[in-house]
């Protein structure tokens, strides 16, 4: 392929998401450089390995890491696959690591990550959102297990490409390199409300796998909390159509049932809670309830549900 179909990738934030992502790709040819922090010496003498029930077991070795934004060749692309409460202090390093010109992809869950940071990175640089709809996570500094799935859909947010044709056009460029590293991908033309989608799963399973100790086959296999996650969904639903975003018809069933086939697993905000990080109250529920609060609508249970874990966050993190 030519250089242009190859483009330099930088993935800013080596965990879980951006380990998959980021070895995926480069397993692909192309290339690919990875910023880490804490997990540095244990990435870059062993190297990545991805248990995959979906693609086997993968490694990547060796990794082209990095400790410093400042020591990463610029890239075209940037995988932002840290999680939305360290935005503010990722975008110095987003701006060192990028190409004038870079197209920036935020692989976050929540609602307005985007809004949060684009006033902090150059005008100059584009920024997308990417919706990342996969079962994984950090067993082990440099090991990553992948229970399901894997696809990620992009959107443009903001940036120099003023006009729809330009923005649908990056976003497509965008897909086009996880199609090429054998993953689902695909365009979105409006990114908010596919942000609301996802909400529709992230709302009710991770607040509720923290609130209740418990992953989603336990959370299914309750009457009460089945009821919960049904009745929260809706609300999600209900918020969006308030904001101007129908959603498909029977949409949260089909998420239901879609979990219902899951083998057990336990989302990301679980393992945050467990290892005493910080929450992404924020993104997943601050954001959509001011949303909706905006155009009148209020959504009862989810703003319990917020309450109460911003209460063990807090406690969590004292």
């Known amino acids: 392929m030519s250089e242009f179909k190859r483009p330099r990738i930088g993935i800013i934030g080596t965990g879980a998401i951006g380990g998959f992502y980021g070895l995926m790709l480069a ?24 248990n995959s029930s979906v693609h086997g077991a993968l490694s990547l070795k060796p990794v082209q ?13 940037l995988l932002v696959g840290a999680k939305s409460t360290s935005n503010a202090a990722l975008a110095p390093l987003i701006e060192q690591a990028a190409v004038p010109g870079a197209k920036v992809v935020l692989l976050q869950n929540g609602l307005a990550v985007e809004e949060a940071l684009r006033p902090l990175l150059p005008e100059s640089l584009h920024l997308l959102g990417g919706l990342c709809f996969i079962c ?4 082990a500094p440099g090991v990553i297990e992948h229970q399901a799935l894997g696809g990620v859909n992009l959107g443009y947010h903001s940036g120099p490409a003023v006009d729809r044709a330009a923005q649908l056009s990056i976003a497509e460029e965008g897909a086009a390199l996880f199609k090429a590293a054998g993953l689902d991908s695909s365009s979105m033309p409006n990114l908010e ?56 018809e029977g949409f949260a069933g089909k998420l239901l049932a879609a979990t219902d086939r899951m083998s057990d697993y336990l989302p990301s905000m679980y393992h945050d809670h467990v ?36 209460f063990l966050d807090a406690r969590n993190l004292s």
């Open 27 to 50: 397993r692909a040819g192309f290339d690919v450089h990875f910023l880490l922090r804490s997990e540095f010496a244990a990435v870059a003498e062993q190297g990545l390995q991805l």
């Open 193 to 248: 409300q596919a942000r609301w989608q996802k909400l529709v799963w992230n709302v009710p399973y991770n607040g509720l796998s923290v609130l209740l100790n418990a992953g989603t086959t336990a959370l299914m296999a309750n009457a009460d909390s089945r009821a919960l996650i049904q009745a929260i969904m809706q609300e999600v639903v209900q918020g969006a159509a308030a904001c101007g975003h129908q959603l498909p």
């Open 136 to 139: 994984v996570h950090r067993a």
């Open 275 to 310: 290892q005493h990080r910080p929450l992404e109250l924020r993104a997943i529920y601050a954001a959509p309830l001011a949303a909706a609060g905006q155009v009148g609508c209020e959504l009862p249970r989810i703003q319990t549900l917020y309450q109460a874990l911003a």
């Open 65 to 77: 890491a990095y400790r410093s934004a400042a020591e990463m060749p610029p890239c075209d692309w």
